[in-house]
């Protein structure tokens, strides 16, 4: 399992890198197949924002469902336990889920094996040395651009376009614990978003995408 932590707008430790590493040992107990991990440590810099200016970001990896825990504290060693206490109760809730369809399995993502030639690499290549685009072209990129002349600053982040139930988007949003899932529809194809009103109350936006 690899396991990566990086900063933004803040240095990482070696001390709390391992610190992290040692933690995260428990993913492998309830997501054997976790393939890789991701920590992102971020500093609000507010004064007044002093008690949650260390937020720590966890997502997993496997061949299943993303799933992905954040909080924020006054310390980050406090964030980090608080965000694995989330990870892993929605780490049990998968492996549970898994358990009860037995071999059903939910939605897998297969990642294409890369054959790259020369003419590939020169094509990477010319694209990391060229300027950043206005808006992501890869999945999970991430682009940030100031709007217009303001102090305004909108960040876009690609998502590859997945098929599933309005059931499925229900449960992946909860694993990811937004307050809304984005997805296709696998039996309308509409590009639709779920979302959580209250309780357990939960609502369906559908995009009419007919050509004018």
Known sequence: MEIVV????????????????????????LAPRAQRVEVEVLHE???SQADT?????ITVRDKG???????????RYGALDLALDKLFERLRRARDRRKDHGRRSLIQEKAEPLNLTPEDV???KEKEEAPQASVP???GEEVENQLGDSPVLVRQKLYEA????????????????HDFYLFIDEETKQPCAVYHRRGWTYGVIRLDVKAQ
């Open 65 to 75: 469902p993303v799933i992905r825990a954040e909080a924020a504290a006054s310390d």
């Open 137 to 139: 072209t890869v999945p």
């Open 162 to 177: 997945r098929e599933m139930s309005v059931e499925q988007a229900l449960y992946e949003m909860e694993l990811v614990g």
């Open 45 to 47: 810099g507010n004064p």
């Open 53 to 57: 200016s260390e937020r720590i970001e």
């Open 122 to 124: 020169n094509v990477k």
């Open 6 to 29: 990086k900063g933004r707008n803040t240095e990482v430790t070696d001390r709390f890198r391992d610190h992290v590493e040692e933690k995260l040992q428990k993913i492998e107990q």
